[in-house]
């Protein structure tokens, strides 16, 4: 979702764009692209055919706690298989194009503008990719600031070893030499990085390279992201106190078995808690689920009018879903399923506007419903998740993000 904001707030500016797309998770971009007013390149993964091969990849990524075998797993079956296809797309984006922007995880693309000549701009969604003093390196134990070039040390040696064979493969064989650190070179374009993070959670370190910029969140311009609410939402959330918004996002797998486990747990949690609720599941068939007076079940619901009306969002630590609930103005408590969730738990709880982060693998009802009281019953978490929303409503991550690449590169 932030490149396809990015994708529309360029547009709005005059540009014409291109989104290539790689989704392993099954999702249509096409109604964004036309609302958008962008060209849309779907980039399909071989390996996935079917939800059953997106459920068995995913369930088994979830398993492992480990972030090194995490991405592992991210990267054997949702990266590359498709390598060879992202970097056909990549040239062919270079080829028609002056200016490639990208995922930082997408190294074909900087090796393909590196081939062609073109100048690129990478993408982080997440503030702890950039080595710096002044940052915890992610993954590893907060034991205090001595530590952290030891640390960033022991992660970027971590990541070369997943990484660098694969990135070095390509550009060996398109005759570039090989990057030396993944960190510092491939997920970080000569001229321009962009943080996709909000100035309100990561102040920018004074050691970092004038190429790394925070622009702040991607957030779909405001003309362009209104959507209805589902039928019936209105009226239930006028209806009673503020309910809890309950979502996993990108990872609810879209299997009835999986999402039944998972509804199981927030019915309980919702009980115990006693509190109203929104949950959110990705599938048609939400009537399977037990009916509730208590609770409203959506496929989808448009963030920006929605999470201000509830009470806190329980989610899985997405950087978009949590950036969304500190713009509302809203506490969390994130159940993390990979390691970079992990580390947006970390930071809402050091911000002080989320309960404890919970594992998704160790996750049950009684556990989330502890969470969600201990929450609603700390009007400070409140207070201070609302005094954030309110400086993240008075940036435009999308307008800066643009002129950022329009200064870089006029």
Same mark, same amino acid.
């Given at each position: 979702?932030?490149?396809? !904001? &990015? !994708?529309?707030?360029?547009?709005?500016?005059?540009?014409e764009v291109t989104l290539a797309v790689t989704d392993n998770v099954g999702r249509d971009y096409s109604g964004l692209a036309q609302r958008f007013g962008y060209r849309l390149v779907a980039v399909p993964n071989p390996e996935i055919h079917t939800a059953?091969?997106?459920?068995?990849?995913?369930?088994?990524?979830?398993? &492992?706690?480990?972030?090194?075998?995490?991405?592992?797993?991210?990267?054997?079956?949702?990266?590359?298989?498709?390598?060879?296809?992202?970097?056909?797309?990549?040239?062919?984006?270079?080829?028609?194009?002056?200016?490639?922007?990208?995922?930082?995880?997408?190294?074909?693309?900087?090796?393909?503008?590196?081939?062609?000549?073109? +100048?690129?701009?990478?993408?982080?969604?997440?503030?702890?990719?950039?080595?710096?003093?002044?940052?915890?390196?992610?993954?590893?134990?907060?034991?205090?600031?001595?530590?952290?070039?030891?640390?960033?040390?022991?992660?970027?040696?971590?990541?070369?070893?997943?990484?660098?064979? @694969?990135?070095?493969?390509? @550009?060996?064989?398109?005759?570039?030499?090989? /990057?030396?650190?993944?960190?510092?070179?491939?997920?970080?374009?000569? @001229?321009?990085?962009?943080?996709?993070?909000?100035?309100?959670?990561?102040?920018? +370190?004074?050691?970092?390279?004038?190429?790394?910029?925070?622009?702040?969140?991607?957030? +779909?311009?405001?003309?362009?992201?209104?959507?209805?609410?589902?039928?019936?939402?209105?009226?239930? &959330?006028?209806?009673?106190?503020?309910?809890?918004? &309950?979502?996993?996002?990108?990872?609810?797998? /879209?299997?009835?078995?999986?999402?039944?486990?998972?509804?199981?747990?927030?019915?309980?949690?919702?009980?115990?808690?006693?509190?109203?609720?929104?949950?959110?599941?990705?599938? /048609?068939?939400?009537?399977?689920?037990?009916?509730?007076?208590?609770?409203?079940?959506?496929?989808?619901?448009?963030?920006?009018?929605?999470?201000?009306?509830?009470?806190?969002?329980?989610?899985?630590?997405?950087?978009?879903?949590?950036?969304?609930?500190?713009?509302?103005?809203?506490?969390?408590?994130?159940?993390?399923?990979?390691?970079?969730?992990?580390?947006?738990?970390?930071?809402?709880?050091?911000?002080?506007?989320?309960?404890?982060?919970?594992?998704?693998?160790?996750?049950?009802?009684?556990?989330?419903?502890?969470?969600?009281?201990?929450?609603?019953?700390?009007?400070?978490?409140? !207070?201070?998740?609302?005094?954030?929303?309110?400086?993240? !409503?008075?940036? /435009?991550?999308?307008?800066?993000?643009? @002129?950022?690449?329009?200064?870089?590169?006029?």
């Amino acid at each position: 979702m932030p490149f396809t !904001a &990015l !994708a529309a707030g360029l547009v709005r500016s005059g540009h014409e764009v291109t989104l290539a797309v790689t989704d392993n998770v099954g999702r249509d971009y096409s109604g964004l692209a036309q609302r958008f007013g962008y060209r849309l390149v779907a980039v399909p993964n071989p390996e996935i055919h079917t939800a059953e091969d997106i459920t068995r990849i995913w369930l088994r990524m979830f398993e &492992l706690e480990n972030p090194i075998r995490q991405a592992e797993v991210v990267m054997k079956h949702g990266f590359d298989p498709a390598t060879e296809r992202m970097y056909q797309a990549a040239q062919d984006l270079c080829a028609a194009n002056e200016l490639v922007i990208g995922h930082f995880f997408v190294f074909p693309l900087q090796v393909a503008a590196e081939k062609a000549g073109v +100048p690129s701009v990478t993408v982080n969604i997440v503030h702890n990719c950039v080595p710096s003093r002044e940052i915890q390196p992610p993954g590893l134990p907060g034991l205090g600031r001595w530590t952290y070039p030891l640390g960033w040390a022991l992660v970027r040696k971590m990541a070369g070893r997943i990484f660098l064979p @694969r990135v070095n493969a390509l @550009r060996t064989r398109e005759g570039l030499a090989p /990057d030396r650190d993944v960190m510092t070179k491939t997920w970080a374009a000569e @001229r321009l990085n962009l943080i996709a993070v909000s100035p309100a959670i990561c102040r920018r +370190p004074a050691d970092w390279e004038p190429r790394h910029q925070v622009c702040g969140f991607l957030n +779909p311009p405001v003309e362009l992201g209104n959507e209805a609410m589902p039928e019936g939402l209105q009226e239930y &959330l006028s209806a009673g106190e503020p309910p809890v918004y &309950l979502t996993f996002g990108s990872m609810m797998v /879209d299997d009835l078995g999986y999402m039944r486990q998972v509804a199981d747990i927030w019915m309980e949690a919702v009980r115990l808690a006693g509190c109203r609720a929104v949950m959110q599941f990705p599938h /048609d068939a939400l009537s399977m689920f037990p009916a509730d007076e208590r609770v409203f079940k959506v496929r989808r619901v448009p963030y920006k009018q929605v999470f201000p009306r509830c009470a806190m969002v329980v989610h899985h630590g997405g950087a978009g879903t949590t950036q969304s609930s500190l713009l509302a103005g809203r506490p969390s408590i994130i159940v993390a399923h990979m390691a970079d969730q992990s580390f947006w738990g970390a930071e809402l709880e050091r911000l002080g506007v989320a309960g404890k982060t919970l594992r998704r693998t160790r996750l049950n009802g009684k556990q989330l419903a502890k969470g969600i009281l201990q929450v609603l019953a700390t009007p400070g978490m409140a !207070a201070r998740a609302a005094e954030l929303g309110g400086r993240m !409503a008075a940036e /435009d991550g999308i307008a800066t993000a643009v @002129r950022l690449i329009e200064r870089t590169f006029e």
